[in-house]
């Protein structure tokens, strides 16, 4: 059965930092890029970031480049988000996503798995 747990949410105020972590279980994490989505209240699911199997590419959304960072340990099965000078606009459910496909029109990752959301909340 394949897990995917994100952890590290919480309240900061703004300009302050968070690391999230997403820890899988029960699939070959190093064949998955790994990502992150976030969904803010009201709002739809908006990718963030993803990170290929190895680790030598990403792709950031123009919203957090510069400010995030999204790294993985593939000998511990987790991916993990360095957030940094958040905003109040960041604050939403972020979401873990593991994928082995892009789609082949728009090159971006197709997610197979997805955690269960863990809350990030920025205050001015």
């Known amino acids: 059965q394949r897990h995917v747990v994100e952890s590290g949410g919480g309240l900061v105020q703004a300009g302050g930092s968070l690391r999230l972590s997403c820890a899988t279980s029960?699939?070959?994490?190093?064949?998955?890029?790994m990502g992150w989505f976030r969904q803010a209240p009201g709002k739809e699911r908006e990718f963030v970031v993803f990170?290929?199997?190895?680790?030598?590419?990403?792709d950031y959304a123009d919203s957090v480049k510069g400010r995030f960072t999204i790294s993985r340990d593939n000998a511990k099965n987790t991916v993990y988000l360095q957030m940094n000078s958040l905003k109040p606009e960041d604050t939403a459910v972020y979401y873990c996503?593991?994928?082995?496909?892009?789609?082949?029109?728009?090159?971006?990752?197709?997610?197979?798995?997805w955690g269960q959301g863990t809350q990030v909340n920025v205050s001015s």
């Open positions: 996503a593991a994928a082995r496909y892009r789609n082949t029109v728009r090159g971006t990752w197709i997610p197979e798995h």
């Open positions: 029960g699939l070959t994490f190093s064949r998955y890029a």
């Open positions: 990170i290929s199997w190895s680790g030598s590419s990403t």
